[in-house]
């Protein structure tokens, strides 16, 4: 059975995961929301204006009133400014599984900091949630991500071929778990 307790506090050596605040509008434009790589990563789109930021901020915030919603900030601790978001976008109640999306800026990748969120997602969900596994997918592998599925654990599922069709060609979805007894911080 999951134990739903909503977004909460998690912090790590370098990272705090909190929930979005409407003050992190300008650091979500500069660093990430407005980047159109960024965004087509994980088939999101583009928000250039702070109304654009705003609106999407209500759904998150006005989200995190249910407690079976999962998704943080990313906050450097050094500024306090918010660089990236991870969540668990998809939770299955009924087989226990999770799955993880995160974005990091482009001025803050190959740092660590994805696999730093990443790892302190995981353990949240397995200690806090009781999950049995976590997924991640990806579209296609680039050296960084496949970083950080390998430095997480994730082991290699399988792909479903063709899933998504942009820029006038298919791409490959390909799946990675880590299950509960596997995950070692």
């Not at 974005?103 to 806090?128: D, H, L, M, N, P």
Request: hydrophobic share 35%; charged share 25%; net charge negative.
């Amino acid at each position: 059975m999951l134990t739903h307790i909503g977004t909460t506090i998690i912090e790590t050596e370098r990272l705090v995961l909190r929930c979005f605040r409407y003050t992190d509008d300008d650091a979500m434009l500069k660093y990430w929301i407005a980047d159109e790589k960024i965004q087509s990563l994980y088939s999101e789109p583009v928000y250039t204006t702070k109304e654009e930021v705003k609106e999407l901020l209500d759904k998150y915030i006005g989200s995190y009133e249910r407690n079976d919603y999962y998704r943080w900030a990313v906050i450097l601790k050094e500024t306090g400014e918010c660089i990236g978001q991870i969540a668990y976008f998809l939770v299955d109640n009924k087989n226990h599984f999770a799955e993880i999306e995160y974005c990091i800026g482009s001025a803050f990748q190959c740092r660590g900091y994805a696999t730093e969120a990443t790892k302190a997602v995981i353990r949240f969900g397995f200690e806090q949630m009781n999950l049995h596994k976590v997924q991640i997918c990806t579209k296609e592998i680039k050296a960084a991500s496949k970083r950080v599925i390998e430095k997480c654990g994730f082991t290699y599922e399988g792909t479903l071929r063709d899933y998504f069709y942009m820029n006038g060609e298919y791409t490959g979805r390909l799946y990675f778990s880590i299950l509960q007894s596997e995950f070692h911080s």
